[in-house]
């Protein structure tokens, strides 16, 4: 399988309402256990409710709008994705409600509400610009995930270097583009999910502090934006740079940071030098790293 084949493989599997099939359903099941035993019943309700409205309903939407603009299932024209954003929107904030009407679990309740305000933020950036709605869409659950369990949900990390190259490879976007959507989308799922849970009094039980899920993702997110950072400026010996930058980095997560957090800091940048070397010369980040000339 060639490289193209690879990336556009990983871009279907990253769609946004694809890839909340299986992140969502750890969640819930994570949300079913109380007190050690897995409540079955409130398990179906939240997975009905998380299907319907985080995957069932946009892909509706997406498949419709692109047969009607006879376009890819990307919807790659800027222009064109503003009517599946808005349907989007309704959509998580219909199963915002639903949760609160069928008293479901806090977290899932507000997690949908994270999900309805960062699509409205990816609608009025992609006014302007067409940041990637993969990244942001797989940095939501994962920033979840890391609430919900620390370091083993910040191992989904691994997905964001891999979901880069593929939008980048396949030209959907630019590299600023990708790495910027699960930036974004990483930081405000974490600090949405606090303030909510304060401003509407839905208490969120057994989740790691603010703090640390904000040093979970700053590992994540650490070497692609070195990498990306590097991509776009005009200096010489960005290798030697990079590993000065890693090595800070390091330094940093060692002395500031539990030793996990440094751990998903290594998972990530050797996750991201191993695609840069697969990538090969086509990719800006294997001429950083590889190319000495």
């Not at 507000?110 to 609608?123: E, F």
Request: aromatic share 14%.
């Amino acid at each position: 399988m060639n490289k193209l084949k690879i990336a556009k493989r990983i871009s279907d599997l990253t769609q946004p309402p694809i890839i909340t099939i299986p992140l969502f359903l750890i969640i819930c099941v994570i949300l079913s256990f109380e007190n050690g035993i897995f409540n079955l019943g409130k398990f179906i309700v939240m997975e009905a409710i998380s299907l319907v409205f985080t995957s069932i309903l946009p892909i509706l939407i997406i498949v419709f709008w692109a047969k009607r603009l006879n376009t890819d299932f990307d919807i790659s024209n800027r222009q064109d994705r503003f009517a599946p954003l808005v349907v989007g929107i309704i959509s998580y904030f219909i199963g915002f409600l639903v949760c609160l009407f069928a008293d479901a679990d806090n977290f899932l309740a507000l997690l949908l509400l994270c999900y309805c305000v960062n699509t409205g933020v990816v609608l009025i950036i992609t006014s302007k610009w067409k940041i990637s709605v993969h990244t942001t869409g797989i940095s939501g659950p994962i920033g979840a995930l890391i609430l919900l369990l620390g370091p083993l949900g910040a191992l989904f990390g691994i997905i964001y270097p891999f979901v880069i190259w593929s939008r980048v490879l396949l030209k959907k976007h630019t590299l600023s583009q990708a790495i910027c959507g699960g930036v974004q989308g990483f930081f405000l799922t974490v600090i949405e999910m606090y303030l909510y849970m304060y401003l509407l009094n839905k208490p969120l039980y057994g989740i790691i502090s603010l703090e640390m899920s904000c040093l979970y993702i700053l590992a994540i997110i650490f070497t692609p934006v070195v990498l990306g950072v590097l991509s776009y400026i005009d200096i010489k010996n960005k290798r030697t740079i990079f590993a000065v930058a890693e090595i800070i980095g390091a330094i940093v997560f060692i002395m500031f940071a539990p030793l996990q957090v440094f751990y998903i800091f290594v998972v990530l940048t050797v996750t991201s030098v191993l695609i840069s070397y697969f990538a090969g010369c086509d990719f800006i980040w294997n001429q950083i790293l590889f190319q000495t000339s």
